[in-house]
């Protein structure tokens, strides 16, 4: 079974840090490029980050550029998203997703994970 | 950015009718569009994906169309299970998803 079990999600103050952990199993993690997706309370969906399989590309949403970090341990298979300056505004419950096929980086995303929680307030 | 529309924002239907939600990309994605359906308090759901190709374990009751700038979710003989958010996607650079339309059963 396909699964994505992302952690690391909390409550901090504007300008604090956070690294969320996104722990895959059930597929060769190191054929697919990841995403990472967010989602603000009552709204909708907004993409955050994508890194290639072997993390050569990586794309941003310009709200988080500069900010965010993405990045993936193969070995581990585990994606990583280091969070910095934190705002208000990424209040969010953050998803990793799966890309439909190996191929694309930004793709349909056939698989989420049940998400994490992080909540930036003073 | 290319930006997507979603139609109407809220469409409420009775059980049995058949719901036709619209997506409009701000510029051309030939197919490269995908849906997505969210449940209250659930995550995401591939629907469809190049405009018109079901994803795994889809029933044949959800259908895509369309390719430019205008698409359109059928979704046929619509259930109480049906009641959710439905979102479209497209995969450029930035990857970016149309605000919703929220299905409801009369």
């Known amino acids: 079974e396909v699964q994505l079990v992302e952690s690391g999600g909390g409550l901090l103050h504007p300008g604090g840090s956070l690294r969320l952990s996104c722990v895959v199993s059930g597929f060769t993690f190191s054929n697919y490029a990841m995403n990472w997706v967010r989602q603000a309370p009552g709204k909708g969906l907004e993409w955050v980050s994508s890194?290639?399989?072997?993390?050569?590309?990586?794309y941003y949403a310009d709200s988080v550029k500069g900010r965010f970090t993405i990045s993936r341990d193969n070995s581990k298979n585990t994606l990583y998203l280091q969070m910095n300056s934190l705002r208000a505004e990424d209040t969010a419950v953050y998803y990793c997703?799966?890309?439909?096929?190996?191929?694309?980086?930004?793709?349909?995303?056939?698989?989420w994970g049940q998400g994490t929680k992080v909540t930036v307030s003073s | 950015e290319i930006v997507l529309t979603q139609s109407p924002v809220t469409l409420s239907l009775s059980a049995g009718e058949t719901a036709t939600l619209s997506c409009r990309a701000s510029?051309?994605?030939?197919?490269?569009l995908a849906w997505y359906q969210q449940k209250p308090g659930q995550t995401p759901r591939l629907l469809i994906y190049?405009?018109?190709n079901r994803a795994t374990g889809i029933p044949a009751k959800f259908s895509g169309s369309g390719s430019g700038t205008d698409f359109t979710l059928t979704i046929s003989n619509l259930e109480p299970e049906d009641v959710a958010v439905y979102y479209c996607?497209?995969?450029?650079?930035?990857?970016?998803f149309g605000g919703g339309t929220k299905v409801e059963i009369k």
């Open positions: 996607q497209q995969r450029g650079n930035p990857l970016t």
């Open positions: 997703a799966k890309p439909l096929r190996t191929y694309y980086s930004l793709d349909a995303f056939d698989v």
């Open positions: 890194i290639t399989s072997d993390s050569s590309t990586i």
């Open positions: 190049a405009a018109s």
């Open positions: 510029q051309s994605i030939s197919t490269f």
